[in-house]
């Protein structure tokens, strides 16, 4: 009710509210599995519903008769002689969908999918497209009509497309042997909030937003109450460490935690005016479709989109020049009404779709949330795939990948052959992995740009314990057990201790570059946020070895790289980089910037969002210009970190005297590698280094190399604050535990 008089009629947050008011009185979940159903009951529960929401442009009614409609066939095989013939699923739905129309609300999007999905159940596939195109055509009305900013329409296009009819079409599309037109459709469901981002970006360079007076405005309004927070924090973080902790100390920490979440709610109504202001520019941008994305492929290169469609999960190919062949046939034999790739369905336009087998599905999601990663488990993942499928990726001289649900949470490596290292670049979708290759304007680096700009090791002045051995890394959702008294980041996430590695890191990358180019470099206090902001005018190389505190949620903005704390803090330098200040402060900033590297934790994670993979820090940099950024996807050990980058950043830069292979190509001593060719390398070396070599290079002696490789068996691989499981750290090869090396991903251009 509250909502209602706040927003205008038929927006997407009321038809959300009322759609689980329906579920709240229905329990679909038994009735529609039909667990002790009785038909009878089930019946006079729902015509009361209807009946309750009598008005015909009731959007309520509309779900109401919607769900009349998923149960009606169920109760005509039960009871068929109490049934009424005239009141079929397909009727029910037909009455939804006029009454979802007359109330021009948003749940014509459920109700349309789910019919989509009931035709696609009874095998209709033809009806099943008419109704999921219905439902696809409301929900871009939506996106335009009532979310001007990309990240709100990421966030609350994905609540309306909880069934998503994207993937319904998709289905009809399979179950009419059409591949191509099933991957259209995926992708027109894929990305779009970071494609719409990405061109928001363009649009403020080409305004220069940065200068205008709006952005000035607004800026020193909300650093007005950032700093209001920021001196709230600091007083907090007083009292709390103190020794002598009184009663009074205690009330006095009540009112600063009220004060601070009025601040907060204030910092947010402030963030959401930009959004709108922004907005005003935020174009609608449609993806490529199959032809163009084919087109922009390079021989050789394969793009592979796993999709998880309720019933069919499917694995898509794509490949220019490929020839069409059959697919192999599931994991399981399908029955007549079968909605996933058939056994002998043709694969035109470069187009193929396999049967992705559920074992490989359940695997990632049990593998997400464990403790360790065993090279044996991603071996076994990659053996389940068709070998048809598996024949193709082992083929492949280039890789890219758009994972979806729990994959994006795993290394690509569990859909690769073990023995080979190919290339990899990750994406939310196939038009913005290759946007960049369209002919165009290349963007020109000031003549004063740095080449590099490289940070590590800052100096944090904060109490507590994060553990040294890794780069940050701690909750990354709301549920994730943070104690309400937490108030600060270090109330999240403790403290920040020193990262040596990370100072030895940096030098070494800089000794690396040496005379290729002027840079920056920001060690121990000199590593703060305002420091950091005035040097970046578009390097060449951005490199971040830092701890990484990633958040999910509604916090995801507050995702963060730790930084030196100013000795004159303020809320524009309190000694944290968020995702928030690189959306709102850096654009254009790293346009012509080639790669970002985020040497730190978790820095990959963030919040999931329904067809745009993760908003996460990657997001930030990506929109600040970068055409690249590497980061990881769960806790990294300090020193293989260290060895991991110097290798990375010898192929990047070609300072190499021997000839390094990755696949079947061959790089020549002295030659710069490409970006993703590079990552993969240094994975490959990485795990297969000698320990004495590893023990040379890190200048360790025989004890201080019994430390950390006691360290390295008990090393936390990614889910620590869950519990630990050992890596197996071998005299041989001491990481050959993907928990050392498959962490790092580059998501963008590969090239």
């Known amino acids: ?45 729902l015509d009361a519903i209807i009946a309750d929401f009598a008005a015909v442009d009731d959007p309520a009614r509309a779900i109401a008769l919607t769900c009349r409609g998923e149960l009606a066939d169920k109760i005509a095989k039960t009871d068929p002689a109490r049934t009424d013939p005239a009141q079929t699923g397909a009727s029910f739905f037909e009455a939804a969908l006029e009454c979802a129309q007359a109330a021009k609300d948003p749940l014509e999007i459920e109700v349309a999918t789910r019919a989509a999905r009931y035709f696609i159940d009874r095998g209709e596939a033809e009806r099943a497209k008419v109704f999921a195109e219905r439902a696809i055509h409301a929900l871009e009305a939506v996106r335009g009509e009532f979310f001007a900013d990309p990240l709100d329409r990421a966030r609350f296009a994905g609540k309306l497309r909880r069934l998503d009819p994207y993937a319904m079409l998709a289905r009809s599309n399979l179950i009419l042997d059409n591949p191509a037109a099933a991957f259209a ?6 990305g779009r909030g970071l494609l719409e981002l990405s061109a928001l970006a363009v649009a403020a360079r080409e305004e220069n937003v940065e200068t205008s007076p709006e952005l000035k405005a607004f800026r020193e309004r909300r650093n007005e109450v950032a700093a209001r927070r920021y001196t709230l924090d600091r007083k907090l973080r007083s009292l709390q460490g103190s020794r002598t902790f009184s009663d009074v100390d205690a009330a006095t920490v009540t009112r600063l935690r009220r004060e601070r979440r009025v601040i907060v709610a204030l910092e947010r109504a402030l963030e959401g005016e930009w959004a709108q202001h922004r907005a005003a520019r935020a174009p609608l941008v449609e993806p490529w479709g199959v032809e163009k994305i084919i087109a922009h492929l ?30 192999d046939k599931g994991p399981t034999d399908k029955g007549p009404t079968d909605t996933g790739p058939t056994d002998t369905g043709p694969t035109d336009k470069g187009v193929e779709a396999w049967p992705l087998p559920l074992e490989i599905i359940e695997q990632a999601r049990a593998l997400a949330d464990a403790d360790t990663l065993p090279q044996t488990m991603i071996d076994a993942l990659y053996r389940a795939l068709p070998a048809k499928a598996q024949a193709r990726i082992a083929s492949a001289k280039s890789v890219l990948y758009l994972p979806v649900g729990p994959l994006e949470r795993l290394p690509a490596e569990v859909l690769l052959p073990r023995d080979r290292s190919i290339p990899i670049a990750w994406g939310a979708s196939a038009t913005t992995l290759l946007a960049g290759r369209v002919g165009g304007v290349i963007p020109k680096r000031p003549e004063d740009a740095p080449f590099f700009v490289l940070l590590g090791d800052p100096s944090f002045g904060r109490h507590a314990a994060i553990n040294p051995a890794t780069r940050g890394g701690g909750p990354t959702s709301e549920g994730d057990g943070v104690p309400e008294a937490a108030t600060s980041r270090v109330g999240i996430f403790g403290s920040l201790d020193p990262l040596p590695g990370s100072r030895r890191e940096t030098r070494a990358i800089e000794a690396l570059i040496g005379e290729r180019g002027r840079g920056v470099v920001l060690l121990g ?33 507050e995702s963060s790289l730790a930084l030196a704390e100013s000795a004159l803090p303020s809320s524009a330098d309190d000694g944290y980089l968020t995702l928030g200040e690189l959306l709102i402060d850096w654009s254009g900033r790293l346009q012509g910037t080639h790669l970002v590297v985020l040497s730190a934790c978790e820095t990959a994670a963030g919040r999931a969002e329904v067809g745009e993979g993760t908003l996460a820090l990657p997001w930030g940099f990506l929109f600040a210009g970068a055409e690249a950024v590497v980061a990881s996807l769960w806790k990294v050990d300090d ?10 950043y010898e192929n990047l830069l070609g300072v190499h005297d021997d000839a390094r292979t990755v696949g079947e190509t061959l790089f020549p001593a002295h030659a710069a590698i490409p970006r993703a060719a590079a990552l993969a390398e240094a994975k490959a070396w990485l795990r297969t280094l000698p320990a004495e070599e590893a023990r040379r290079r890190l200048a360790l002696d025989s004890k201080e190399w019994s430390e950390v490789a006691g360290r390295w068996r008990g090393i936390k691989t990614g889910r620590v604050a869950k519990g630990a499981a050992a890596a197996t750290v071998t005299d041989g090869c001491p990481f050959a535990d993907p928990a050392f090396w498959a962490a790092f991903i580059l998501i963008g251009d590969g090239r």
């Open 525 to 557: 206090n000199d590593a703060t946020e305002a420091r950091l902001r005035a040097a970046c005018l578009a390097p060449r190389f951005l490199h971040l070895a830092t701890h990484g505190l990633p958040r999910g949620g509604n916090a995801v903005l």
């Open 639 to 648: 020193l293989a970190t260290m060895l991991f980058m110097e290798r990375l």
């Open 1 to 45: 009710l509250v909502r209602e008089q706040v927003f205008v009629p038929g927006h997407p947050k009321l038809a959300i509210d009322r759609l689980e008011l329906v579920e709240a009185r229905l329990d679909l979940d038994r009735s529609t599995k039909g667990s002790d159903l009785d038909p009878e009951q089930i019946s006079k529960q």
């Open 298 to 327: 390079e021989e050789g290169e394969i793009l592979i989109a796993p999709q998880l469609m309720a019933g069919a999960p499917t694995l898509f190919l794509l490949e220019k020049g490929r020839s069409a062949e059959p697919t």
């Open 185 to 190: 459709a995926v992708e027109r469901g894929r």
